[in-house]
């Protein structure tokens, strides 16, 4: 359950009595989008609507709450709590996470330092996305992902806003607390964008279930490692490997013994073997199974489950 | 009867002033323990923001929990505000709370504007501004801080018999 009234604080108070009066549930929320001087708009349901003054949803622009700059403003200072500088690093890869585990994305006018991005300033759009948790989306992949009692290394690929993290959340949980395909395990996630756990200081706010230890904001390559060698996870979680750093860090958690559970972005086996980063390890059969998600018929559908050769065992659900 | 009545008011005023002299010499003194605590305040907000990148209210927070009073409820008040996030500037809610849980300390009111000074350049910026930032403000109160313990070396003996010898000068006039 999103906490309405911890999530909705984040927004300029015109525009936080806005969304109060919105007549739609905040779990049927996907993103809501601020642009200086232009509507307020909102992913609702897979479907886009502009809000207006009064807190109404419309599919035409006219009547659009239109966001002031010093809206935005006071937005951010509240999204960064009023501490611009402790987001240093998450604004020059250009999303914040709250807490929660909402995702903030931002852009603005980048400052450079030779070829880096140093910071953003000036920053005048923003797109608020919810995160969701969704006790049980993972039941039906369970039984796949796990093969005589034993987890296999599993591999979620999805376009952006297919439910990859939700459906990893709900994966961890339920390998942490026990299933009736096997029973507890210990699990490490890595959560270098704190969206799986949504931790507070540490703490995960969304549930991850009992067996799980969390590194919160850690790179994925370097915390992977660091939870082999100090906690002894039976299985290790990522969300969204993507470079070779991270490659090099599966492969050696693999060869430790632990059972490896991460997503990526791609939107069928093809893209996968196409992209020069999984290469290796596709034609290596590291992954024993590919979990494809669509969202053609609604947010976290599967679209095929593989194995390591490829083939598709996925039954009609 | 009068006469034991005079003596006992002459008694009394000698006291009274006697007491004002100590209390001004003990306002000096607190004055330089409060900047010294101040100042301690500045150094643990640095280190919070310097070694895990804290967030202001937490650094606020987590601070308030290992200082003396007045600044511990000053600063606890300050993060409970902004985490409430009612539409105030972190300006306006550092300078409120300056004037509402500081005011009965002993700082001079220079003391507490360079304080609100400070609140004005806090929160923006990158790390190495803030850090520099609070350096400058760290700078501000050693200077006062060792000004008003000069003040209270030279002033503290003559608040003192200042205050004996007025008694005694009134109990003379009164006799």
Known sequence: MIKKDEFIKIFAMNIRNILNNLKVSFEDIQEIRMRINRPLMMTCCGDEYFITGKGELKKEEQGGYQVSKNELMETMEYIANYSMYAFEEELRQGYITIQGGHRIGIAGKTILDGEKIRNVKYISFINIRMSHQIMGCANKVLPYIIEERNICHTLLISPPRCGKTTLLRDIIRQISNGNKYCGGSTVGVVDERSEIGGAYQGVPQNDLGIRTDLLDCCPKAAGMMMLVRSMSPNVIAVDEIGDYGDIHAIESVINCGCKLIATVHGSSMEDIKCKPLLQKLVAEKVFERYVILHNDRGIGQVKGIFDERGTNILESW | ?175
């Not at chain 2, 606020?60 to 409430?84: D, W, Y």
């Not at chain 2, 001079?108 to 400070?118: G, I, M, S």
């Not at chain 2, 003192?160 to 009164?174: D, E, P, Q, R």
Request: charged share 25%; with cysteine.
């Open chain 2, 1 to 175: 009867m009068i006469k034991m009545l005079k003596w006992i008011g002459i008694v009394l005023v000698i006291c009274g002033s006697t007491a004002a002299g100590i209390s001004l010499s003990r306002d000096l003194e607190k004055r330089v323990k409060q900047l010294n605590e101040l100042r301690k305040v500045v150094v643990m907000l640095q280190g919070e923001i310097r070694y895990s990148n804290a967030p202001l209210s937490e650094a606020f927070h987590h601070v308030s929990l290992r200082i003396k009073e007045p600044f511990a409820i000053f600063l606890e008040h300050v993060a409970g505000h902004m985490e409430e996030f009612s539409g105030e500037t972190l300006n306006d809610i550092f300078s409120q709370h300056i004037q509402e849980d500081l005011k009965y300390t002993s700082l001079l009111p220079e003391d507490l504007e360079q304080l609100k000074r400070l609140g004005e350049s806090m929160g923006y910026l990158d790390r190495q501004m803030q850090l520099e930032t609070m350096n400058l403000y760290l700078d501000q109160v050693n200077t006062a801080c060792e000004e008003a313990a000069e003040h209270y070396r030279n002033k503290s003996k003559l608040y003192h018999c200042l205050g004996v010898m007025g008694g005694l000068f009134l109990a003379v006039i009164f006799i």
